[in-house]
């Protein structure tokens, strides 16, 4: 179902985009990375979970293990680090955009009762 706020926050994306290309670009590389970076820790838990379900005896013995889970921490540290930065920049553009709300608002405003005359 369309919503005025859908459609608002379409229009934004839109003008955002005519206005500053750069932001909307950039956001959506964020897009991309957090999904990537999300896709990185569900590897690294499907590894850690197989080290874990194939272990016997005391698993600090297992060199396999202690290195999966080392690079884990690693990986897990890094992306943590990656998502600060990735929500800090995605705030700064979500202001940025926010500025262009009244044009999008107008717009929907304008033109959402003929819309719906149809």
């Known amino acids: 179902m369309i919503t005025p706020i859908g459609l608002e926050d379409q229009l934004l994306s839109i003008v955002a985009a005519k206005e500053k290309p750069e932001l909307e670009e950039k956001k959506k590389g964020l897009y991309l990375e957090r999904a990537q970076n999300r896709k990185l820790l569900k590897e690294t838990e499907d590894q850690i979970l197989e080290v874990l379900s194939m272990s016997q005896g005391n698993i600090l013995e297992d060199e396999r293990a202690i290195l999966i889970l080392s690079s884990s921490k690693k990986l897990s540290r890094e992306i943590l680090e990656k998502q600060e930065i990735t929500t800090r ?27 719906i005359a149809m």
């Open 89 to 115: 920049t995605e705030k700064q553009i979500d202001e940025t955009r926010d500025g262009y709300r009244p044009v999008s608002g107008a717009v929907i405003h304008s033109s959402l009762p003929p819309a």
